[in-house]
């Protein structure tokens, strides 16, 4: 203690440790900042950069185990296949809506109804001369249970109903259920949306009017779908037209396989419109399902 004031005494070193302490602090706090700004310089490029780039993992056309949440397409087909006369030509325009439920990260339910309206040139004896006859096909519901096993696997299946709301010839006059089943597997070694996925279907006749030809064939369309620079893409046997039919025969029928050449080509226009065309010409139709087939789609998600 000082003995004339009473205070604690500091011996003469403190002051020195203390400044010594003091500096050495600055230095430490120069250098952390100086850490943090040089990590924030090389950081913001890369953000930027990060934040302008487009989506690379971008398809066109459906992908059946990638649903979007919402989805209405609009489809247009010219079809022509074999007649009793001559070749009979189909025109289809096709009202679509999809909505997906996502129970969990690896698990969705997927619903979907078909409305197509039909243009066909049949001759029959209702249509001796062969004039278009216009009207509503048969509309479907369909609803799948899709299943992703990891980021490159997944498995799905589903049922599609067929109603017979079209009428002779528009329509199959008959009650029909598809049972549907497939895989998909991610390529990312050829690029980010391409896949492999091979989906079978069976399309069969339940009830309906019996004069009609019952219906019962096995579809297959093992889809090979490329994903292209700037959201371009081309998917080989994107519809299951590949098929074997164990129903009655078809007019022009010699055989039961159709094994065409289907192809279409795709291209996304923006994150939630996509457009695709698609042909299909046979290789074997001694089941001839058409002689020419092409699609346009518009699809737009939500």
């Not at 009830?207 to 081309?234: K, M, V, Y």
Request: aromatic letters at 12%; charged letters at 20%; proline letters at 8%.
């Amino acid at each position: 203690m000082n003995g004339e004031t009473g205070e604690p005494k500091v011996a003469s070193g403190g002051s020195e440790w203390a400044g010594r302490r003091t500096t050495a602090g600055h230095r430490r706090r120069k250098h952390m900042a100086s850490g943090a700004a040089s990590i924030a310089l090389l950081l913001w490029p890369v953000g930027a950069v990060a934040q302008s780039s487009p989506p690379i993992a971008d398809t066109s056309g459906l992908d059946f185990f990638r649903p979007p949440e919402n989805l209405f397409q609009l489809e247009y087909e010219y079809r022509s296949a074999p007649g009793s006369t001559r070749d009979v030509t189909t025109q289809t325009l096709n009202f679509r809506y999809d909505h997906a439920f996502y129970l969990t990260p690896t698990w969705s339910v997927v619903t979907r109804a078909d409305l197509p309206l039909l243009a066909r040139n049949t001759i029959n004896s209702g249509n001796p001369n062969g004039n278009y006859l216009y009207g509503i096909g048969d509309a479907d519901i369909q609803a799948a249970v899709i299943h992703d096993l990891d980021k490159r696997w997944a498995v799905g299946f589903g049922a599609r109903m067929f109603v017979p709301t079209g009428e002779d010839p528009l329509g199959s006059g008959k009650w029909r259920v598809m049972p549907i089943v497939g895989f998909r597997v991610a390529l990312p070694e050829i690029s980010s949306s391409s896949y492999f996925e091979p989906i079978f279907r069976y399309d069969v006749s339940v009830a309906g009017d019996p004069t009609r030809r019952n219906i019962s064939n096995l579809q297959f369309g093992p889809a090979l779908n490329i994903g292209l620079p700037d959201r371009w893409s081309i998917t080989f046997y994107p519809s299951q037209d590949i098929r074997y039919n164990f129903g009655d025969p078809i007019t022009g029928q010699t055989g039961r396989l159709f094994l065409p050449l289907d192809v279409r080509v795709g291209k996304k226009l923006s994150d939630h419109v996509a457009t695709s065309f698609e042909v299909g010409v046979p290789i074997i139709k001694d089941y001839p399902v058409y002689n020419f087939k092409g699609q346009f789609r518009l699809n737009v998600t939500w």
